[in-house]
């Protein structure tokens, strides 16, 4: 019985974005095309919820002859995906309305618009429970490809430049990606023969100790080279700060909270296989290594912007980064930490953009310094950018520094890990403790002096309450109550992802 | 057929594979842009002929269809689209690059070696038939992603992509005898439709910029 239920919800996971995409291209008026948009996300959490528990149920989930596999690990992820994307629904019923009403877009382009974000959920959602890691791979180069015009949106120059930039570097980036899923396949058939299913994760994980190490090692490279692109690290990042700066607000928060999770969660997929074949220490010292430069120089990069869309996208560099040298170092902590982190991170980003979107639509600036008194002229987004910029910093009550701390500790105990030496401890910690106060101080001082100080004159003071607000008050309700407690059911979810990971 | 013994098989296959790098060159060496769209039909069309092969002699079925697909795809469909934009930008030439001919032609041998270097430990696992097609397919992918940093033109790097994608189906028909079905039609689909879009792309670019030079999308630097 159970398993009827399972196969239905996840059925229903897969079809309400898939549907709700085509619908959308057909219903005319912005009203029945929130209705849609909110009703496809609302079956997609409830799917979610169904899933995960049965998750908890048995351990993992497969249906579809063995074409879905899901466990504690892509319940996590499916859980952003779900929040996240609730919210940017949200968000968007008065934003993009805002917009049509203004006369920025023609209420016609609304109907492309949701056709490609409902697409570019599905893309999400089909790379997160495929079993097969070709499937994965084809369903993230379509996150690409739905996402391109979401970014060159409004068509003007520079999001054109964005959307092209972005679309050239990740398609390559994703190729590269290919090949490692073909090598990966190459290994995979010498040890189970001719079969189509050589390349399912449920059948990689039995084999994997098997596999020859010189293959998956090449693999591995291209796997994590390719989809790094997509994460954004250093030093295949430079698409990110554009593309985010030029996305519309509710597209840039999805882009930095959930697509970045789904390809770190790629990553995570091919190392959980490459780690029974080769050394861990090989993956986890690539994934901290570049986690660690990342991080370092995307926290010198924040103290250099004069753009708040751009300073946002360098700090979700940042803390990628710091996020895979919690993969990377492992360990029950390393692991524990790094999905945390990965989780606050999309929270606390989408709220950042959310502000971000109503700051830019009153004050018609992304320049940092012709931004001051957001207190007077929009008081709750004020709430919003302060929550999500503290949380950001990474300051002591929010959850996102429990989570940092606890990459830390991993880092300082284990060492950055490495094949050939002994794993070194003490000039990891020390980078990453400097560039964190970096990174926390360059935040903060800009963030400040957008919150306080006299506003300008010429602006319209005041601010409507609207549906938008509701998922601004809700994400900050929850960054701040994250940092006190984690519900039970969420902690119990996270541990066992962790356990899958540090196995 | 008792002429066609494995060791033949191996050559032809192995002839297939050096066409497809040698039109790789040829791509690099070529300004036209029309040429260019000519020479990765052509390629496309080696890579038809050689999976074609690959499936015949190993009584795959499957690889039929993903060279029926490489035809329909690659041959005759996108290079109708790329010549279409083409004719519509009026750009004829790549005139101005980064890396000159002779000195890419360098760069592009320098890469072929390395490719065999990098699978060297990894060559005598595969297959007899098509072992060494393997470093071939990263000789390409690797001069793919070569000539897309080096050119400017938006067409010159969309060929580029579509030439790393030529060698990544190489190697995976090389490899492992071609991918799942569902794998490799994903892969086609996804494949068509970056090129449609970034057909798109280059007509709004021309717009916008009044040009498809890539040099001048330099509006969002630091």
Known sequence: MIGHTVTFAVSLLLLAPFVAGWFSLLIPGSRWLHVTNLTSIG????????????????????????????????????FIIGTVGLACSLYMRSYMDEQVGRGVIASKRLNLFFFLFHMFLFAMVLATVA???????????????????????????????????????????????????VLMYYSSLRVLGDVSSALNITQLQQ???????????????????????????????????????????????????????????????????????????????????????????????????????????????????LAMVGFGVGGTIGNFGGLFHLVNHAFAKSLAFFAAGNIHR?????????????????????????ISGLALAALPPFALFASEMQIVTALASSGLPHEWTRPATTFPVVLLLLCSVVAFAGFLYRITGMVWGPAP?????????????????????????FSLALPASLRQLFEAASTLLTR | ???????????????????????????????????????????????????????????????????????????????????????????????????????????????????????????PFGHLLTRDSLAIALAIVLIGFFTMISRQKAVTQLIAFLMMENGLFLGATAATYGMPLIVELGVFFDVLVAALIAGIYTNRLQDAFDSVDTTRLSELKE
């Open chain 1, 362 to 386: 009153r004050f018609k600036t992304v320049e940092i310094d012709q931004v001051r008194g957001l207190t007077t002229v929009l008081p709750w987004t004020a709430v919003a950018l302060l």
């Open chain 2, 1 to 123: 057929m008792s002429w066609l013994t494995p060791h033949i098989g191996t050559q032809i296959v192995d002839f297939g594979s050096a066409m497809l790098l040698l039109t790789c060159f040829a791509i690099v060496a070529q300004r036209r842009l029309s040429a260019c769209v000519d020479l990765f039909a052509l390629q496309s069309l080696f890579l038809a002929m050689t999976a074609a092969l690959v499936a015949f002699l190993t009584d795959t079925p499957h690889i039929y269809i993903a060279a029926a697909l490489t035809v329909v795809v690659k041959v005759i469909v996108i290079p109708r689209v790329l010549k279409g934009v083409i004719e519509r930008l009026n750009v004829t030439r790549e005139l101005v690059m980064k890396v000159n001919v002779p000195a890419s032609l360098l760069i592009c041998g320098a890469l072929v070696m390395i490719a065999f270097f990098i699978t060297q430990p990894i060559i």
């Open chain 1, 207 to 321: 084999v994997a100790a098997q596999l020859d190490p010189h293959i998956v090692k090449l693999a591995f490279i291209f796997l994590f080279v390719g989809y790094g692109t997509k994460v954004g690290l250093v030093p295949m990042h430079s698409w990110l700060p554009d593309a985010y700066t030029e996305a519309p607000a509710p597209v840039a928060a999805m882009l930095a909270g959930v697509l970045e999770t789904v390809a770190v969660y790629a990553i995570l997929r091919c190392r959980g296989i490459a780690d029974q074949a080769v050394s861990p220490d090989f993956t986890g010292g690539l994934l901290a290594l570049f986690g660690l430069i990342s991080f370092a120089l995307a926290a010198l990069f924040i103290l250099l912007q004069h753009n708040y869309k751009r300073l946002f996208a360098y700090s979700s560099i940042e803390h990628m980064g």
């Open chain 1, 457 to 481: 004159m010429d602006i319209v003071h005041g601010e409507q309450w609207s549906v938008g607000h509701i998922p601004i008050m809700l994400l900050g309700i929850v960054l701040v109550a």
């Open chain 1, 43 to 78: 079956t997609l959490v409830g799917a979610e919820m169904v899933i995960t528990r049965a998750v908890f149920a048995q351990g993992s989930v497969t249906a579809f002859d063995d074409i879905i596999y899901i466990d504690a690990l892509s319940s996590v992820i499916l």
């Open chain 1, 131 to 181: 079993n097969s890691l070709g499937v994965q791979w084809v369903a993230i180069e379509a996150t690409t490809l739905a996402t391109t015009f979401l970014i060159a949106f409004w068509r003007r120059r520079e999001s054109l430049e964005a959307g092209w930039k972005y679309l050239i570097l990740c398609s390559v980036g994703i190729s590269l990606a290919l090949f490692g899923v």
